[in-house]
């Protein structure tokens, strides 16, 4: 199998593995342990098979591509370029993807996901589930989703376009588990902003630690203020 044959498969893989985690881990872990509703020991346990997932990526890369998980190496900037970055990356995020969803919201009137009400309960004053669900997400997502798949879909087809297009696309399909259309047009709009700062700067980084801090903020946020008040900006 070719090298680009082989970056084909791993992207699909990915895009595979995230979705059943997406979409049956929880199923599993009820069935496994008799949880049958979202507790905080279960959204713990589903965080960890996530981070299973990104072994074995990182696995795939090495072993079958003989490659690192990123194909671009990281460029160094300054502390300063680094919090810069962060702070600016974080606010287009954040009034951008509102913006968006509050449009949707007065256009269509959808609820606010079930499942994030929910999330709001078992989150509420779980400070440790908090940093470690947005260490997962900011870690696991960004190295999936820009630091695997953009670089290869660029590889594969030379299109810088594409890399950016698909990965997006696919982050913000993979938000569609929320059962809204707002959660998934605030994912693919984050994600084009991540992927094209990724294309320029080359630092996985930086995304890494924005979208952790965005993560972080949504949810310290709901342990203050009523849900439905933040659905304009919500965890990713």
Not at 41 to 62: A, K, R
Not at 83 to 95: T, W
Not at 134 to 139: M, N, S
């Amino acid at each position: 199998m070719s090298l680009n044959g082989k970056y084909s498969l791993g992207i699909l893989l990915t895009f595979v593995l995230l979705a059943i985690v997406m979409l049956y881990t929880f199923p599993l872990i009820g069935f496994i342990t008799g949880i049958k509703t979202l507790t905080a020991v279960s959204f713990f346990y589903t965080s960890m098979v996530f981070w299973i997932v990104l072994g074995l990526v990182i696995l795939y890369s090495l072993c079958v591509e003989k490659n690192s998980i990123t194909l671009w190496k990281d460029k160094k900037y300054s502390i300063a370029f680094y919090v810069g970055s962060v702070i600016c990356l974080y606010f287009i995020c954040a009034f951008g993807s509102g913006f968006l969803n509050l449009l949707i919201k007065i256009a269509t009137q959808e609820k606010t996901s079930g499942k994030l009400l929910q999330m709001h309960s078992i989150f509420k004053n779980n400070y440790f589930l908090i940093i470690f669900t947005c260490l997962t997400a900011g870690v696991v997502e960004e190295f999936l989703m820009r630091g695997y798949i953009q670089t290869r879909i660029e590889k594969i087809y030379n299109s810088p376009f594409l890399g950016i297009a698909v990965s997006s696309v696919l982050f913000g399909i993979l938000h569609s588990t929320y059962g809204t259309i707002v959660q998934v047009v605030g994912p693919l709009f984050i994600g084009i902003v991540f992927a094209v700062f990724y294309k320029r700067y080359s630092n996985i980084k930086i995304i890494i630690i924005c979208h952790f801090m965005y993560d972080f903020v949504s949810l310290m946020m709901m342990n203050f203020i009523d849900i439905k008040h933040l659905s304009a900006f919500l965890p990713l």
